[in-house]
């Protein structure tokens, strides 16, 4: 079985801090690992994935994640955030038999002035 | 051009009724699923449909009943609803094998 754990439920920064979303999971096999991100009344959108490969992972927005499979985290950043970047973040691993994902609980991402 | 559609967006509803909640997808994929969010905003998957067939079902109610009639449509009907049907439901689908994930914009599902 696999699970996620995203800590905290909320995060703020101010405009042009560091974003900085945890990301651990738990899986069985080698995992692919993803995170949307969910605007006020949407569907969530793809920021990025890890499948194979390189371990550090660039995204839409100017964000990336980078996978350690020493710690099981894909956590996920951003040098210098916006306005526009609140929101919610969903970290996922995926069933790769049955290509379903397994959400984390998500982070509500504060930007403040 | 929607990649994934559903239609209502929103739906209020009473105790008991029926209902259905409708997708359709114009990307040609072969997947497609169905996820409820609560109102914690926890996203689980419910049913995955490969070319038409279910693939997956996590331990729904038999009151929920997927229908596929073509690749492109996946369909949820609900039957007596209750209370705790209350979420946004999101349909989503994906290339056969490769798992990045098209969400639809969801529907409010309101029992009363």
């Known amino acids: 079985a696999q699970s996620v754990t995203q800590l905290g439920s909320h995060v703020s920064v101010s405009e042009g801090a560091l974003v900085l979303l945890r990301c651990n999971y738990s899986?069985?096999?080698?995992?692919?690992l993803f995170w949307y991100v969910q605007y006020p009344n949407q569907g969530l959108q793809l920021l990025l994935k890890?499948?194979?490969?390189?371990?550090l992972v660039k995204g839409i927005n100017g964000f990336e994640a980078e996978f350690k499979k020493s710690e099981t985290s894909f956590h996920l950043t951003k040098p210098s955030a916006h306005m526009s970047d609140a929101a919610e973040y969903f970290c996922?691993?995926?069933?790769?038999?049955?290509?379903?994902?397994?959400f984390g609980k998500g982070t509500m991402l504060l930007v403040s002035p | 051009d929607t990649a994934v559609s559903q239609t209502p967006k929103y739906l209020v509803t009473q105790m008991g009724n029926d209902k259905s909640i409708k997708c359709e997808q114009n990307?040609?994929?072969?997947?497609m699923y169905w996820y409820k969010q609560d109102s914690k905003k926890f996203l689980k998957i419910m049913f995955s449909?490969?070319?038409?067939?279910?693939?997956i079902n996590e331990t729904v109610p038999n009151r929920f009943s997927p229908k596929s009639p073509d690749k492109a449509h996946l369909n949820l009907h609900i039957n007596s609803l209750e209370l705790g049907d209350s979420a946004v439901y999101f349909c989503?689908?994906?290339?056969?094998?490769?798992?990045?994930?098209?969400f639809g914009p969801g529907t409010r599902l309101t029992v009363l």
């Open positions: 989503a689908s994906s290339p056969l094998e490769v798992d990045t994930q098209y």
């Open positions: 899986s069985s096999v080698p995992p692919y």
């Open positions: 890890y499948t194979t490969g390189a371990t």
């Open positions: 996922a691993v995926s069933d790769r038999r049955y290509s379903t994902l397994t």
């Open positions: 990307l040609g994929h072969d997947t």
């Open positions: 449909y490969n070319n038409k067939e279910l693939i």
